[in-house]
């Protein structure tokens, strides 16, 4: 959390665009229903469908799993980290 305050406070442009160059680029995918599946823990992959259920079960997700799972939406599905249910200027 420290880290994440940090660099809200320092660079403030990274809510809304990444603070390295280079990943500017990445060909994001403004998918729905990828975006769905990993929301409701269907993507075929039980690490992360199990992390997604237990946060969707207790209301609680563990630190590596919350990891884990946002790691996943983000390099392998490869959808926007802003991505959120009901985004109006994201697509989804």
Do not use: C, I
Request: hydrophobic share 45%.
């Amino acid at each position: 959390r420290r880290y994440s305050r940090y660099l809200s406070f320092h660079f403030p442009f990274t809510h809304e665009r990444s603070l390295l160059e280079h990943l500017r680029a990445v060909p994001w995918r403004f998918d729905q229903r990828l975006f769905k599946a990993w929301r409701q823990g269907r993507t075929g992959y039980p690490l992360v469908d199990a992390a997604m259920r237990e946060v969707w079960g207790t209301g609680w997700m563990h630190n590596r799993m919350r990891v884990v799972a946002a790691s996943f939406m983000v390099k392998n599905l490869l959808l926007p980290w802003q991505v959120r249910r009901g985004a109006q200027g994201a697509g989804l």
